[in-house]
């Protein structure tokens, strides 16, 4: 009774109109609440993954189990639902793993072009040629200042 003599609601003249405003406020309300939940999700995320790269012990073959004895009671580890955490966990692993061989891809190419230019320098000074045994052309790279 009290809502019908309210100014407010008499500004709004149909029942129609009533109902389009009222949902309207409830549609702003749960697009609210939804940008909370996934804000608040995304802040756990973070929080776990920063945990993980922090933690030192994370190698790329390390397994999830390992990783839930050891940060069992931490909570940003408690803060993330289980189904999420393994998930990120595994996503951080595939990362490292990415990045360890990205390293090691980048090792041997130049180690690679470290052997070529020690190669093309004895080719061109004329102490390496097709006639060269391995054991002599061995001996002459593992002899250069750059090996």
């Known amino acids: 009774r009290k809502i019908i003599n309210h100014p407010l609601y008499r500004s709004l003249k149909t029942l129609q109109e009533r109902k389009q405003a009222f949902q309207k406020f409830t549609d702003q309300q749960r697009k609210v609440d939804d940008e909370n939940k996934r804000s608040a999700k995304e802040k756990r995320t973070k929080a776990f993954q920063e945990l993980l790269e922090n933690l030192g012990k994370v190698k790329s073959y390390t397994r999830y189990r390992s990783i839930v004895e050891d940060l069992g009671s931490h909570q940003a580890f408690t803060g ?17 793993r990415r990045e360890e061989q990205d390293e090691q891809r980048n090792f041997r190419q130049r180690n690679l072009d470290l052997v070529a230019s020690i190669l093309r320098h004895l080719t061109a000074s004329g102490k390496l040629n097709h006639r060269t045994k391995w054991v002599d052309g061995q001996y002459l790279i593992t002899q250069d200042q750059r090996w």
């Open 80 to 96: 993330v639902p289980d189904g999420e955490r393994e998930a990120i966990f595994e996503q951080f692993i595939a990362s490292k």
